[in-house]
């Protein structure tokens, strides 16, 4: 697999004021690496910057082999796209019409809806009228019109039901293994984003603190429960 997206010993944060320190990862072509954490622990940072939000304080972002731009509409057209946790579709227009503004081209329409086949009997519905779960497999949709190479993807589950997400995950490694997208998917069902996931990284305090197969990590809960509070010894932020 073609290394995609790349973050060397990056400390990043906000007025001057770091939230992640020395965070090493790295994702490829058609691999889903999770992002698992409490809350505070440095996850949407990691992703802003990740997006070219924010800039390094120290380290590097590299996307496509290349240094990261440092414009976020420029890194979409590159192919890094960010799928926020607030969703970013526009409540007051259709479906339909989320879906044309987002389109560049017009060959893969059909692929997405193939993915999100729901979304067809939804087309003329204004985004308002949608379920949270709806409303995110349109985010999603949105985001795979732009043809991206790489989708970093914010607390998709946020506000939704657990049967919702349940739903709403298997489409995430759907599309990693169809298009060979690359996706950093921060997620906090631990069980269901490591159902999915091929990696997995765990921060807590702004740091890496667990790195592993995903499978690896899922059979070792005693691990990941650690990590996840803080009581495990172990760092290795080297991308793998």
């Keep these: 697999m073609t290394e995609m997206l790349r973050l060397d010993a990056v400390t990043a944060g906000y007025?001057?004021?770091?939230?992640?320190?020395?965070?090493?990862?790295?994702?490829?072509?058609?691999?889903?690496?999770?992002?698992?954490?409490?809350?505070?622990?440095?996850?949407?940072?990691?992703?802003?910057?990740?997006?070219g939000i924010l800039t390094p304080m120290t380290g590097t972002v590299s996307a496509f082999g290349r240094p990261l731009r440092r414009r976020l509409e420029q890194n979409a057209r590159a192919g890094l796209v960010l799928v926020p946790d607030t969703r970013?579709?526009?409540?007051?227009?259709?479906?339909?019409?989320?879906?044309?503004?987002?389109?560049?081209?017009?060959?893969?329409?059909?692929?997405?809806?193939?993915l999100f086949p729901a979304l067809r009997e939804l087309m003329g519905r204004r985004c308002g009228r949608l379920s949270g779960g709806e409303q995110q497999m349109l985010a999603l949709a949105k985001a795979?019109?732009?043809?991206?190479?790489?989708?970093?993807?914010?607390?998709?589950?946020?506000?939704l039901a657990p049967v919702a997400v349940q739903a709403l995950l298997p489409s995430i490694r759907a599309l990693a293994d169809r298009f060979s997208v690359g996706v950093l998917l921060v997620?906090?069902?631990?069980?269901?984003?490591?159902?999915?996931?091929?990696?997995?990284?765990?921060?807590?305090?702004?740091?890496?603190?667990?790195?592993g197969p995903a499978a690896e990590l899922r059979a070792d809960r005693n691990a990941v429960a650690e990590a996840y509070f803080g009581a495990s010894p172990t760092h290795d932020s080297s991308p793998a």
């Design 187 to 211: 997620e906090q069902h631990i069980d269901l984003a490591l159902s999915i996931a091929d990696r997995a990284v765990v921060l807590h305090h702004g740091r890496i603190v667990l790195t």
């Design 88 to 114: 970013g579709v526009f409540h007051s227009l259709t479906v339909r019409e989320n879906l044309t503004l987002a389109r560049r081209r017009n060959d893969n329409l059909d692929e997405v809806l193939d």
């Design 15 to 51: 007025a001057g004021i770091p939230a992640v320190r020395d965070i090493g990862l790295s994702v490829a072509s058609g691999e889903i690496v999770a992002m698992l954490g409490p809350n505070g622990a440095g996850k949407t940072t990691t992703l802003r910057t990740a997006a």
């Design 144 to 159: 795979l019109v732009h043809r991206p190479r790489v989708l970093l993807i914010d607390e998709m589950s946020m506000g």
